[in-house]
C-alpha cells in the first residue's frame, strides 16, 4: 500500500513538474478563484474569515529577497537564490 502512494505521488509530480508556465499559471489561477468564492460563502454563511497560519520567517526573507532580485534585473535559473550581499 506504502509503495503505491509513493509511486502514485511520484507519478503527480512528474506531470507537474512537465506542465508549461502557462498551464502552471492556470493551476494558480483556478486555485485563487477556488479561494476567492470560499470565503464568498463563509461570509454569506455569516462565518469569520478563514485565518491562515502566518509564513515562517525564513519565507519572508526569501520572497524579500526574490523581489530584491527582480526589481535588481537579475535573471537565471538562481537569481532568486539569496546572495551573501543581501545581508550586507
Do not use: H
Not at 474569515?49 to 527582480?70: D, G, I
Amino acid at each position: 500500500m506504502v509503495g503505491a502512494v509513493r509511486a502514485e505521488e511520484a507519478d503527480r509530480v512528474r506531470r507537474l513538474r512537465g506542465l508549461t508556465l502557462a498551464e502552471r499559471g492556470e493551476m494558480l489561477r483556478a486555485a485563487c478563484r477556488t479561494a476567492a468564492v470560499m470565503a464568498q460563502s463563509r461570509a454569506a454563511c455569516g462565518l469569520p474569515p478563514a485565518e491562515p497560519a502566518p509564513w515562517p520567517a525564513s519565507t519572508w526573507e526569501f520572497l524579500a529577497a526574490c523581489a530584491r532580485k527582480a526589481r535588481e534585473g537579475a535573471t537565471g535559473p538562481n537569481s532568486a537564490e539569496p546572495s551573501p550581499e543581501d545581508d550586507a
